[in-house]
């Protein structure tokens, strides 16, 4: 039996990608963000049973966000979407977007499958009840997803928290050795910590429920 999804807030739960917060997937009202690994997708399936999934989205298309996309989506019968700068990445399976060329040529020890994309989402665009904001720099087309109305913020690799526990959390921007663009990275997301998330969620790492934490964090990150 695998992983229940755990509830963080309202119709925003947290799904068992990876062992502890290692790699994190999510499902925003109807739909499923991110899919962490190629061998992640059967755990991510079953702790959806009973959700009503409309679509699967992704913050942006590397091995370890979009590992098991395809199949995802063929098991639920669902479209893909992804941010516009990244589709071409998914649809040819080359998610090698990081800005060291060993790097690149590890991930694609761990191939990431080719899936069309139904469409390529750009700032403003409504996913799952959150408005997608562009944020490119760790891959061209990344994204992060905000909701204002109880100021709930996805950042997906923009900006990671390397901390083990929630009590110490510890954000960075990854270095340009795993990033498209990290200098793009640091000036996009200054925009992040305008919005003074109540609680802010990461690609990998637990959340975080401090808006003036992130907000200065990230400040100092972006600066």
């Given at each position: 039996m695998g992983r229940s999804r755990e509830?963080?807030?309202?119709?925003?739960?947290?799904?068992?990608?990876a062992p502890g917060r290692l790699i994190n997937s999510y499902l925003l009202g109807d739909t499923v963000i991110d899919s962490g690994m190629r061998w992640s997708g059967r755990s991510i399936a079953r702790s959806l049973r009973g959700a009503d999934v409309r679509a699967h989205a992704l913050t942006h298309a590397h091995f370890d966000?979009?590992?098991?996309?395809?199949?995802?989506?063929?098991?639920?019968?669902?479209?893909?979407?992804?941010?516009?700068?990244?589709?071409?990445?998914?649809?040819s399976?080359?998610?090698d977007t990081h800005g060291g060329p060993v790097v690149n040529a590890l991930t694609r020890l761990v191939p990431t499958r080719s899936h069309p994309v139904e469409r390529g989402l750009a700032e403003?665009?409504?996913?799952?009840?959150?408005?997608?904001?562009?944020?490119?720099?760790?891959?061209?087309?990344?994204?992060?997803?905000?909701?204002?109305?109880d100021r709930v913020l996805l950042c997906g690799d923009a900006v990671t928290n390397l901390a083990g526990t929630r009590k110490r959390p510890r954000l960075m921007i990854l270095p340009g050795l795993l990033s498209f663009?990290?200098?793009?990275?640091?000036?996009?997301?200054?925009?992040?910590?305008?919005?003074r998330p109540?609680?802010?969620?990461?690609?990998?790492?637990?959340?975080?429920?401090?808006?003036?934490?992130?907000?200065?964090?990230?400040?100092q990150l972006a600066d």
């Open positions: 509830q963080l807030v309202d119709e925003v739960y947290v799904l068992p990608a966000h979009a590992g098991s996309s395809g199949w995802l989506c063929r098991e639920l019968g669902v479209p893909l979407l992804v941010g516009k700068a990244d589709v071409a990445a998914m649809e399976g080359r998610v403003g665009d409504l996913v799952g009840g959150f408005e997608v904001l562009e944020v490119p720099g760790h891959s061209p087309g990344s994204l992060a997803f905000w909701r204002a109305r663009d990290s200098g793009l990275n640091r000036r996009t997301v200054a925009k992040l910590a305008e919005l109540a609680l802010a969620l990461f690609g990998h790492g637990p959340a975080v429920r401090d808006p003036g934490l992130f907000a200065d964090s990230v400040r």
